[in-house]
């Protein structure tokens, strides 16, 4: 739940008054102001993210103070964190009984992870481009025509910002769960996923294509995982582009069509390559919330291993007295975040960039 | 045309709620408790291991774990748990009050659907620095105790219980000689009256006991991480399994454990989820698998995992880890699950009370 | 749902009715199911409900620490948008990125490397001695001093960006030459900020603080990598709503009891919300 903060497209940099009129406690001010921000960004944001890469690759603190227990670390973190991910295949009946268990648990719990990771990019996959589809469509209603309760729309899109994301996923129980209001049905309907399609040939029906992999019910499934990400996660992209498509105003399109243009030929060529920027910005937000939602999806989820997504493998992890693996898996959505920073950063350049050419041209 | 689209749909829509069942399904979903993790992973694989060698097809077996509650309540609002191995008899008979699994399911199976016993000991810091030897030290003013929060967690509850018991003065027996073993059940089938439920000094004790209680997770296996990593507290009460786990997983060096002069008889029972596996048409394997539990190799596994295995032989393999304590059971004191949730876990039960006064 | 007969733009029933149906089935008929499921309660149960000694103490907890952290990153985050926009400093831009990182890093991971870093930083750690140090202040009477300052510092952390990027974009656009011209008039510093700057920037300001509110008290992910969950002393609302749904003994009293203390938390969300709307609306007929 965050309000995403519009793309900044004004200049950034802000004239300081000429020296002559700064007043005496000024500098004082800035002595005060910046080493405050350094110390508090540090404190807040800097150390907690390094923090997950030093427990990620086994860094003690100790390492900190001698180089040479900081490679003896490093050597032999970074073996441990890939390990997280892919146990490497060893021959084990030679091995005795603790050192086999050791093994197979290691694998059966990368392999959970690699299926966590697996899971949470397939809900993106199908949450993002429908959120997207929604954006678009709200942002163009709002912005482009006047109707009465357009602010009671705009306000309902706000919605998910006010609900907690416990809460959010408590709706889902409610509604789908066996005690809920669809009642037993929900939870008896049966639905395909559709990475398991596959050939299956003529001998079960006279379809050949079919589905190996079946789930039962919705509540604590990937389809409620998916329907709870699509909760807290939807107006990100509408949220992104209505401020700046209310701006731009309706010329252009209407000129686009005066002069023969069609519907979508008007959207393709004059409103997408506008808002493109804004867009992908909004999506990336999404994406990123849709990632590391925890909340929403642990309630929805049933704590069932096949069902976790990354945030929820963490905890397991975590729980399972697997620091060093926990903070590995947390170190990707940490890059992922990361990015998603960088990323914010290109898109602010570029998007000023082309408001500034706008303006030249205007003038 | 409208009417093939009509066909076609609704062909498509019984595809989609029929497909399933087209499939030999050897799909399992066991939804279990808090500390089991490792224990039935490695049961999990040994199964599809031998299922696979009887039967020539790999069972998929996978894993829900969680607060015993929690996980029997995700069950009853619809998670589709072919087996349900909880930490106690109260929450598979929610489940079963739900109408997801028949009457009589404590029957099916030897021991009271129970194939393993465990009990509830105490885990302390290496050199044991505050001294506990027993209940009686939990409530000293400068100790810190870690246990989970019994509205969640079933080991939890049988914490409380076994604190509870002993604040009361119930003796307990050596539960591991049959004829004493004998003797509980049938105290436990004969009472009539539980005046411990009422009984003074065990509510003071309680509830000075929960005084010294930092931190309440909602399962034990947050409580144990809550002292082991984070080193809050100078006592975990927990299982006995849980115990001996954190000792391996962090070193003898870092805590030892302390049996209590008495303790509870801790069942956990298992079952199958009789809606859930018709509708699947996976009762067969559910079966296979609950059976199994009760076998030799399954029995060594649940040994080698730290809980009290019900084969005779097995016992005796682990008996090293696994020493004799004086124990009483739930029935012969508490008068079962059904009593002890209402009286003590309810909404306003004695656990509410308990905290009422503690602000 | 007429669009003005002047505009010749195609795709409003389009693009009206898709963004409405998506939003009706996958948002507005689940949380109306919320609603339903609370109509079921008669008020007294309603009341029993949240007026629960447990559940009250969670409100408590919930809302006083959103409210501080909430309160502190308006004073912090002013300081700290005043400094990326005034002044000139090695590292400037990388600071100014990093702000939105909150935002982008999911909540449980925030929670684990928190949890992690400041476990035993004296006033936060759960360490120092076995009974709780309660407050003794009314309002906050019976809560657990180290517990609520550990739930403010995380909530301080997830609500970081909002009111820096609420106030930041007026910073900066802020016109210098009235500035000039009031200190040629010799105002003060303290001048400037109360009878210039201050009326500017507050409603943008009270916006980055609701908001920050109301993402806190909804929090959950990070808070249960670092709550005591006590009843009563330390457990958070949204941890409460979770139990109640967790416990298998009469569900549907429990789920009913649960979805009655959402409903609270929902209300306070909304009402903060809506005010928030209103004071947009009330700046912008101030400013035209």
Same mark, same amino acid.
């Given at each position: 739940?965050?309000?995403?903060?519009?793309?900044?497209?004004?200049?950034?940099?802000?004239?300081?008054?000429?020296?002559?009129?700064?007043?005496?406690?000024?500098?004082?001010?800035?002595?005060?102001?910046?080493?405050?921000?350094?110390?508090?960004?540090?404190?807040?944001?800097?150390?907690?993210?390094?923090?997950?890469?030093?427990?990620?690759?086994?860094?003690?603190?100790?390492?900190?103070?001698?180089?040479?227990?900081?490679?003896?670390?490093?050597?032999?973190?970074?073996?441990?964190?890939?390990?997280?991910?892919?146990?490497?295949?060893?021959?084990?009946?030679?091995?005795?009984?603790?050192?086999?268990?050791?093994?197979?648990?290691?694998?059966?719990?990368?392999?959970?992870?690699?299926?966590?990771?697996?899971?949470?990019?397939?809900?993106?996959?199908?949450?993002?481009?429908?959120?997207?589809?929604?954006?678009?469509?709200?942002?163009?209603?709002?912005?482009?025509?006047?109707?009465?309760?357009?602010?009671?729309?705009?306000?309902?899109?706000?919605?998910?910002?006010?609900?907690?994301?416990?809460?959010?996923?408590?709706?889902?129980?409610?509604?789908?769960?066996?005690?809920?209001?669809?009642?037993?049905?929900?939870?008896?309907?049966?639905?395909?996923?559709?990475?398991?399609?596959?050939?299956?040939?003529?001998?079960?029906?006279?379809?050949?294509?079919?589905?190996?992999?079946?789930?039962?019910?919705?509540?604590?499934?990937?389809?409620?995982?998916?329907?709870?990400?699509?909760?807290?996660?939807?107006?990100?992209?509408?949220?992104?582009?209505?401020?700046?498509?209310?701006?731009?105003?309706?010329?252009?399109?209407?000129?686009?069509?005066?002069?023969?243009?069609?519907?979508?030929?008007?959207?393709?060529?004059?409103?997408?390559?506008?808002?493109?920027?804004?867009?992908?910005?909004?999506?990336?937000?999404?994406?990123?919330?849709?990632?590391?939602?925890?909340?929403?999806?642990?309630?929805?989820?049933?704590?069932?291993?096949?069902?976790?997504?990354?945030?929820?493998?963490?905890?397991?992890?975590?729980?399972?007295?697997?620091?060093?693996?926990?903070?590995?898996?947390?170190?990707?959505?940490?890059?992922?975040?990361?990015?998603?920073?960088?990323?914010?950063?290109?898109?602010?350049?570029?998007?000023?960039?082309?408001?500034?050419?706008?303006?030249?041209?205007?003038? | 045309?409208?009417?093939?689209?009509?066909?076609?749909?609704?062909?498509?829509?019984?595809?989609?709620?029929?497909?399933?069942?087209? *499939?030999?399904?050897?799909?399992?979903?066991?939804?279990?408790?808090?500390? &089991?993790?490792?224990?039935?992973?490695?049961?999990?694989?040994?199964?599809?291991?031998?299922?696979?060698?009887?039967?020539?097809?790999?069972?998929?077996?996978?894993?829900?774990?969680?607060?015993?509650?929690?996980?029997?309540?995700?069950?009853?609002?619809?998670?589709?748990?072919?087996?349900?191995?909880?930490?106690?008899?109260? $929450?598979?008979?929610?489940?079963?009050?739900?109408?997801?699994?028949?009457?009589?399911?404590?029957?099916?199976?030897?021991?009271?659907?129970?194939?393993?016993?465990?009990?509830?000991?105490?885990?302390?810091?290496? %050199?044991?620095?505050?001294?506990?030897?027993?209940?009686?030290?939990?409530?000293? =003013?400068?100790?810190?105790?870690? &246990?989970?929060?019994?509205?969640?967690?079933?080991?939890?509850?049988?914490?409380?219980?076994?604190?509870?018991?002993?604040?009361?003065?119930?003796?307990?027996? $050596?539960?591991?000689?049959?004829?004493?073993?004998?003797?509980?059940?049938?105290?436990?089938? $004969?009472?009539?009256?539980?005046?411990?439920?009422?009984?003074?000094?065990?509510?003071? *004790?309680?509830?000075?006991?929960?005084?010294?209680? =930092?931190?309440?997770?909602?399962? +034990?296996?947050?409580?144990?991480? &809550?002292?082991?990593?984070?080193?809050?507290?100078?006592?975990?009460?927990?299982?006995?399994?849980?115990?001996?786990?954190?000792? +391996?997983?962090? %070193?003898?060096?870092?805590?030892?454990?302390?049996? =209590?002069?008495?303790?509870?008889?801790?069942?956990?029972?298992?079952?199958?989820?009789?809606?859930?596996?018709?509708?699947?048409?996976?009762?067969?394997?559910?079966?296979?698998?609950?059976?199994?539990?009760?076998?030799?190799? +399954?029995?060594?596994?649940?040994?080698?995992?730290?809980?009290?295995?019900?084969?005779? +032989?097995?016992?005796?393999?682990?008996?090293?880890?696994?020493?004799?304590?004086?124990?009483?059971?739930?029935?012969?004191?508490?008068?079962?699950?059904?009593?002890?949730? %209402?009286?003590?876990?309810?909404?306003?039960?004695?656990?509410?009370?308990?905290?009422?006064?503690?602000? | 749902?007429?669009?003005?007969?002047? /505009?010749?733009?195609?795709?409003?029933?389009?693009?009206?009715?898709?963004?409405?149906?998506?939003?009706?089935?996958?948002?507005?008929?689940?949380? #109306?199911?919320?609603?339903?499921?609370?109509?079921?309660?008669?008020?007294?149960?309603?009341? /029993?409900?949240?007026?629960?000694?447990? !559940?009250?103490?969670?409100?408590?907890?919930?809302?006083?620490? #959103?409210? #501080?952290?909430?309160?502190?990153?308006?004073?912090?985050?002013?300081?700290?948008?005043?400094?990326? !926009?005034?002044?000139?400093?090695?590292?400037?831009?990388?600071?100014?990125?990093?702000?939105?990182?909150?935002?982008?890093?999911?909540? #449980?991971?925030?929670?684990?490397?928190?949890?992690?870093?400041?476990?035993?930083?004296?006033?936060?750690?759960?360490?120092?001695?076995?009974?709780?140090?309660?407050?003794?202040?009314?309002?906050?009477?019976?809560?657990?001093?180290?517990?609520?300052?550990? !739930?403010?510092?995380?909530?301080?952390?997830?609500?970081?960006?909002?009111?820096?990027?609420?106030?930041?974009?007026?910073?900066?656009?802020?016109?210098?030459?009235?500035?000039?011209?009031?200190?040629?008039?010799?105002?003060?510093?303290?001048?400037?900020?109360?009878?210039?700057?201050?009326?500017?920037?507050?409603?943008?300001?009270?916006?980055?603080?609701?908001?920050?509110?109301?993402?806190? !008290?909804?929090?959950?992910?990070?808070?249960?990598?670092?709550?005591?969950?006590?009843?009563?002393?330390?457990?958070?609302?949204?941890?409460?709503?979770?139990?109640?749904?967790?416990?298998?003994?009469?569900?549907?009293?429990?789920?009913?009891?649960?979805?009655?203390?959402?409903?609270?938390?929902?209300?306070?969300?909304?009402?903060?919300?809506?005010?928030?709307?209103?004071?947009?609306?009330?700046?912008?007929?101030?400013?035209?």
């Amino acid at each position: 739940m965050s309000a995403p903060a519009p793309v900044v497209i004004a200049p950034t940099d802000a004239s300081v008054l000429p020296a002559h009129l700064r007043h005496p406690t000024a500098a004082i001010g800035k002595w005060i102001g910046v080493s405050f921000t350094v110390l508090f960004l540090t404190a807040m944001i800097i150390l907690p993210a390094a923090n997950i890469f030093r427990q990620a690759f086994g860094i003690s603190w100790e390492s900190l103070r001698s180089p040479s227990q900081l490679v003896e670390d490093v050597k032999a973190g970074v073996p441990r964190y890939f390990q997280v991910f892919r146990m490497p295949e060893q021959d084990s009946s030679t091995m005795a009984r603790p050192e086999r268990r050791k093994y197979q648990s290691a694998r059966a719990q990368a392999e959970k992870t690699r299926s966590a990771i697996g899971m949470t990019l397939g809900i993106a996959a199908i949450v993002v481009p429908l959120n997207l589809l929604f954006g678009l469509a709200a942002a163009w209603a709002v912005t482009k025509f006047r109707f009465r309760g357009r602010t009671l729309f705009v306000s309902l899109i706000d919605l998910p910002f006010a609900v907690s994301p416990v809460v959010a996923g408590l709706i889902f129980v409610l509604l789908m769960g066996r005690v809920g209001f669809c009642g037993d049905w929900a939870t008896k309907i049966s639905w395909p996923v559709p990475t398991s399609l596959e050939w299956q040939g003529f001998a079960q029906s006279w379809i050949p294509l079919g589905f190996s992999n079946w789930q039962r019910g919705i509540i604590f499934t990937p389809f409620a995982i998916a329907l709870a990400s699509i909760f807290v996660t939807f107006p990100f992209i509408a949220r992104a582009l209505i401020p700046l498509m209310q701006n731009q105003g309706t010329e252009q399109e209407q000129a686009a069509l005066t002069l023969g243009a069609g519907g979508w030929r008007m959207f393709f060529k004059v409103t997408l390559p506008q808002i493109k920027w804004a867009l992908l910005y909004g999506t990336i937000l999404c994406l990123a919330r849709c990632v590391g939602e925890f909340g929403a999806v642990s309630v929805v989820s049933g704590s069932t291993d096949p069902n976790d997504t990354m945030p929820l493998r963490i905890e397991k992890l975590w729980q399972e007295y697997n620091t060093q693996a926990a903070f590995s898996v947390a170190s990707l959505l940490a890059v992922v975040s990361v990015m998603t920073l960088l990323l914010k950063i290109v898109i602010e350049k570029r998007a000023a960039a082309q408001f500034s050419d706008k303006k030249q041209e205007a003038q | 045309m409208k009417k093939n689209i009509r066909t076609l749909l609704v062909s498509a829509v019984s595809a989609l709620t029929l497909g399933s069942s087209l *499939f030999a399904q050897t799909k399992l979903l066991n939804v279990s408790y808090d500390p &089991t993790r490792e224990l039935y992973e490695e049961i999990n694989q040994a199964f599809a291991a031998d299922y696979q060698a009887k039967h020539g097809q790999k069972p998929e077996l996978q894993q829900s774990h969680g607060g015993s509650s929690k996980q029997a309540r995700s069950v009853i609002d619809g998670l589709s748990a072919d087996v349900v191995t909880l930490a106690l008899g109260a $929450d598979i008979t929610a489940i079963e009050k739900a109408g997801l699994i028949d009457a009589g399911w404590q029957a099916e199976l030897p021991f009271n659907s129970s194939p393993y016993t465990s009990t509830i000991v105490f885990l302390v810091r290496k %050199g044991n620095p505050k001294g506990v030897s027993g209940w009686a030290d939990l409530i000293k =003013p400068d100790i810190k105790v870690i &246990t989970p929060n019994p509205k969640t967690s079933g080991g939890a509850r049988w914490n409380f219980l076994a604190a509870w018991g002993y604040a009361a003065g119930v003796a307990g027996r $050596d539960l591991g000689d049959s004829a004493q073993l004998e003797a509980a059940v049938k105290a436990g089938k $004969d009472a009539t009256a539980f005046p411990v439920e009422t009984n003074a000094a065990a509510r003071e *004790f309680v509830t000075k006991l929960f005084k010294n209680v =930092p931190v309440l997770d909602t399962g +034990a296996r947050g409580s144990t991480v &809550t002292f082991a990593q984070k080193n809050v507290g100078d006592v975990l009460i927990t299982w006995e399994n849980e115990a001996y786990l954190a000792l +391996a997983e962090y %070193g003898k060096d870092k805590f030892e454990i302390v049996n =209590p002069s008495v303790s509870i008889l801790a069942e956990p029972p298992v079952a199958i989820v009789d809606k859930n596996v018709d509708s699947k048409g996976t009762r067969a394997v559910a079966e296979a698998y609950l059976k199994w539990l009760y076998t030799p190799e +399954a029995q060594d596994i649940i040994g080698a995992n730290y809980y009290r295995p019900r084969d005779t +032989a097995a016992l005796k393999k682990h008996a090293g880890n696994l020493p004799p304590i004086k124990l009483f059971t739930i029935d012969e004191v508490f008068g079962g699950w059904g009593r002890a949730q %209402g009286a003590f876990f309810s909404e306003g039960g004695v656990f509410d009370q308990i905290y009422k006064t503690n602000q | 749902m007429s669009s003005r007969p002047a /505009n010749i733009l195609p795709g409003f029933g389009l693009s009206f009715g898709y963004a409405s149906l998506y939003m009706s089935l996958l948002v507005l008929i689940p949380l #109306a199911g919320l609603g339903l499921k609370t109509s079921n309660l008669s008020w007294d149960q309603f009341r /029993n409900t949240i007026t629960n000694p447990h !559940v009250m103490a969670a409100y408590k907890l919930s809302f006083s620490a #959103a409210l #501080a952290a909430a309160l502190l990153n308006g004073v912090f985050g002013t300081v700290i948008a005043w400094t990326l !926009v005034r002044y000139r400093f090695p590292g400037r831009k990388f600071f100014d990125a990093i702000i939105d990182l909150p935002f982008a890093m999911p909540t #449980a991971v925030a929670g684990l490397t928190f949890g992690d870093l400041y476990g035993y930083v004296p006033l936060l750690a759960r360490t120092a001695d076995a009974q709780p140090w309660t407050f003794e202040i009314y309002g906050l009477y019976g809560l657990d001093v180290r517990d609520w300052c550990r !739930v403010t510092v995380m909530l301080t952390f997830v609500g970081l960006p909002y009111v820096i990027r609420s106030i930041q974009p007026i910073l900066q656009d802020w016109d210098m030459e009235t500035e000039q011209a009031a200190m040629s008039l010799g105002a003060g510093p303290a001048t400037i900020m109360r009878r210039l700057i201050a009326p500017e920037i507050w409603p943008a300001w009270i916006s980055g603080v609701a908001l920050a509110f109301a993402r806190g !008290v909804g929090e959950y992910g990070s808070i249960i990598f670092i709550a005591s969950n006590i009843p009563g002393l330390s457990q958070i609302a949204p941890q409460l709503i979770l139990d109640r749904i967790y416990d298998p003994i009469d569900p549907e009293k429990k789920i009913a009891a649960a979805t009655a203390i959402a409903v609270v938390m929902l209300i306070v969300s909304l009402i903060v919300l809506l005010l928030l709307n209103g004071l947009d609306y009330l700046s912008r007929r101030h400013r035209a």
